[in-house]
């Protein structure tokens, strides 16, 4: 995953990693459950990982910070964005863009 950021924004390049570890983990987390499944999925499950899968998600607005060190997951914002992804998606293999 990789960070791009410019003036106005910051732009995500996420890896197949993310998309994985957001599907399976559960409403509610904290970073050592994060670090847990990134090691079951057989991901590097370092701490640093961890940090940066759990930077990506908030920056994409695919998690938010309920309180101390718990995350949650944010369905309808993901869900407006991969929608969007795969319109573009389409659009430019269809060479309408």
């Known amino acids: 995953m990789r960070f791009n950021e ?3 924004k910051i732009r995500v390049i996420l890896d197949k990693d ?3 570890v957001y599907v399976t983990l559960p409403d509610e987390f904290t970073p050592k459950e994060l670090r847990e499944e ?3 999925i057989k991901s590097k499950a370092t701490k640093r990982r961890a940090e940066k899968v759990l930077e990506a998600l908030v920056a994409m607005g695919m998690v938010a910070k309920v309180g101390g060190r718990r995350y949650k997951k944010l369905y309808r914002r993901f869900y407006y964005w991969a929608q969007g992804w ?3 998606l389409l659009r430019r293999c269809e060479g309408l863009e």
């Open 86 to 88: 795969f319109a573009n």
């Open 38 to 40: 990134l090691a079951r």
């Open 6 to 8: 410019t003036d106005e």
């Open 18 to 20: 993310v998309i994985r």
